[in-house]
């Protein structure tokens, strides 16, 4: 990012936003990119704290946050950009679009990641029931459904990367999407380090 940048062509050129059904596995997602958006010296330190929390099962979701979107929202954005930091990358459900649309229409945010649920809904709810979690709904089914086609249309001629649901659920198709990521949005995920933190997930959290 120039130094010279608006606030506004910095959230332009830097913010990607994932959105994703309850449960799909967006936290941890987002924990694997923010690994590619580490400096080389942090990214060891990173990595070693994720493993520690797998192993530990201290969450449902590795996700390292008690929350990403909260009223102080744009108070985070504004002080990572007063340090000069690329690193914009939140995550929430579906359902919460609401709460942040004004705010992806004001600052023209084209980069998005969409965990979807088209074919997974079986898997899905597997998950949500091996955590005590109400199945999906036949509202939240419909709303599944409809929210990448509503995303594309809303925010035309933006980044868009789909990835369905069952495919997080498999170590090879996980770490292909991961590659994806970092093609389409110029991340630098470490592939062969986060394919073992990968693993360690899908064996104990999942």
Not at 99 to 117: D, G, P, Q, R, Y
Request: proline share 3%.
């Amino acid at each position: 990012m120039k130094q010279n940048s608006s606030f506004k062509n910095y959230i332009k050129d830097n913010f990607i936003f994932i959105f994703f059904p309850i449960d799909a596995g967006g936290h941890f997602l987002k924990t694997l990119i923010e690994i590619g958006q580490q400096p080389a010296t942090a990214q060891s330190n990173f990595i070693a704290k994720i493993k520690t929390q797998i192993l530990e099962r201290q969450k449902d979701e590795i996700g390292l946050h008690p929350a990403d979107i909260d009223h102080d929202f744009r108070q985070k954005v504004q002080s990572k950009y007063e340090k000069n930091d690329a690193s914009l990358l939140f995550c929430e459900h579906y359902w919460e679009f609401t709460l942040h649309e004004k705010f992806l229409h004001s600052f023209k945010v084209n980069k998005f990641i969409l965990i979807t649920c088209h074919k997974s809904t079986e898997l899905l709810n597997q998950r949500r029931k091996k955590h005590n979690n109400p199945e999906i709904s036949l509202e939240e089914n419909q709303l599944n459904r409809i929210f990448p086609k509503f995303i594309k249309y809303e925010f035309t001629n933006s980044k868009i990367l789909e990835i369905e649901y069952n495919d997080l659920r498999n170590i090879d198709t996980y770490m292909s999407n991961l590659q994806k990521i970092n093609k389409m949005f110029g991340i630098k995920i470490p592939i062969e380090t986060s394919r073992e933190i990968v693993e360690m997930y899908l064996d104990k959290i999942v």
